[in-house]
């Protein structure tokens, strides 16, 4: 099956949901050949260009949400540094920042289910301010928003909108109680609407089975979004989720193709808690179907400096879009 698959996808087939649960089974040397399958259909549709964007934690912490693995969730202590919404003059800095170091997308991110309204109008023009001072594609995550919003979003230069599903339908009960997958998707709805970008995926490692990775890969395939993040969970002391393992490097990587060979096309995005997930096989992930990396700092752990990451592109061959 993995010999033909590369072709069968290049040529325009799907894989079905009992393919991809068939490729959960593959082990030893035969992951390494998924990893090759993934790297041909990732060449083959998507070239050498690796998508580098970078966020600032625009307010951090005290959400109301219990959302099992979140550091920011105000209902755990885990004493990261908490903040009100950042003043335009520091988030322009960093975006400045951000765009001379060679990443040329970025987002505000900030902490809660939704902006307050105040927080929603700041936010709006904190964004005409980097659209008439950068150069920079204008990302958001400012958790639920409903369909004006979007389209304030959207008329204030935002094209592409963040909000993750986490995990899958079948999963998502236990990772959250405060509010539902469908809650989630009503956003991801809204947004498309207004003519935004989807940026959506989730968090791999909080105990979910490979089924449900393939449910959760075939949900994102059915809602049609464009960018994909992969998060690695890195289990934050003070949450509940604070004791789980993460899952080894390999199985990470495997993890990886499985999405790409299930969404040919899609931009998958190595978000957070990747430093930890592949220790020494990051180059792999990249031959594994990451084309998009978040740089930089993510929200609340540092990350590698984007200088080395964009060294590690050119060292594989590959190069940064937009510069
Ligand atoms: S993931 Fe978002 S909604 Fe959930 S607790 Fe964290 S900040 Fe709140």
């Known amino acids: 099956m993995l010999q033909d698959l590369p072709k069968r996808i290049l040529d325009g087939a799907e894989i079905s949901f009992e393919e991809a649960l068939e490729l959960t089974e593959l082990s030893g040397d035969e992951v390494y050949d998924l990893i090759h399958a993934a790297w041909k259909v990732t060449r083959g549709l998507?070239?050498?260009?690796?998508?580098?964007?970078?966020?600032?934690?625009?307010?951090?912490?005290?959400?109301?949400?219990?959302c099992r693995f979140c550091a920011q969730s105000g209902r755990y202590?885990?004493?990261?540094?908490?903040?009100?919404?950042?003043?335009?003059?520091?988030?322009?800095?960093?975006?400045r920042e951000i765009e001379q170091s060679g990443a040329h997308r970025f987002s505000l991110v900030i902490s809660g289910r939704g902006p307050s309204r105040s927080e929603f109008d700041r936010i709006i023009s904190i964004y005409e301010t980097l659209k008439s001072e950068t150069r920079l594609n204008l990302c958001a995550s400012l958790g639920v928003i409903d369909k004006e919003q979007a389209r304030r979003l959207a008329a204030a230069g935002v094209t592409m909108y963040h909000h993750n599903l986490e995990t899958c339908r079948s999963f998502f009960p236990?990772?959250?109680?405060?509010?539902?997958?469908?809650?989630?998707?009503?956003?991801?709805e809204a947004v498309k609407k207004a003519g935004m970008r989807v940026c959506c995926g989730g968090i791999l490692s909080m105990g979910e089975s490979w089924r449900?990775?393939?449910?959760?890969?075939?949900?994102?395939?059915?809602?049609?979004?464009?960018?994909?993040?992969?998060?690695?969970?890195?289990?934050?002391?003070?949450?509940?989720?604070?004791?789980?393992?993460?899952?080894?490097?390999?199985?990470?990587?495997?993890?990886?193709?499985?999405?790409?060979?299930?969404?040919?096309?899609t931009r998958l995005r190595l978000a957070g808690g990747r430093a930890a997930?592949?220790?020494?096989?990051?180059?792999?992930?990249?031959?594994?179907?990451?084309?998009?990396?978040?740089v930089g700092n993510y929200l609340t752990t540092a990350g590698r400096s984007v200088a080395e990451d964009v060294q590690m592109l050119s060292d594989l061959g590959l190069s940064s879009l937009g510069i």
Do not use: W
């Not at 236990?174 to 991801?188: F, G, K, L, M, N």
């Open 46 to 66: 998507s070239g050498a260009e690796v998508d580098l964007c970078s966020i600032i934690n625009a307010k951090s912490g005290r959400c109301s949400e219990d």
């Open 77 to 95: 202590h885990t004493g990261i540094e908490t903040y009100p919404l950042l003043d335009a003059s520091r988030v322009l800095e960093q975006a």
């Open 174 to 188: 236990s990772i959250c109680s405060s509010h539902t997958y469908d809650d989630r998707v009503a956003t991801v």
């Open 212 to 265: 449900h990775r393939v449910e959760f890969a075939f949900e994102l395939k059915e809602l049609g979004v464009d960018s994909v993040p992969i998060n690695i969970l890195n289990p934050i002391e003070g949450t509940p989720f604070e004791h789980l393992q993460p899952m080894s490097p390999l199985d990470t990587l495997k993890s990886i193709a499985i999405f790409r060979l299930a969404l040919p096309k």
């Open 277 to 294: 997930a592949l220790r020494d096989t990051l180059p792999l992930a990249l031959q594994a179907g990451i084309n998009a990396m978040l």
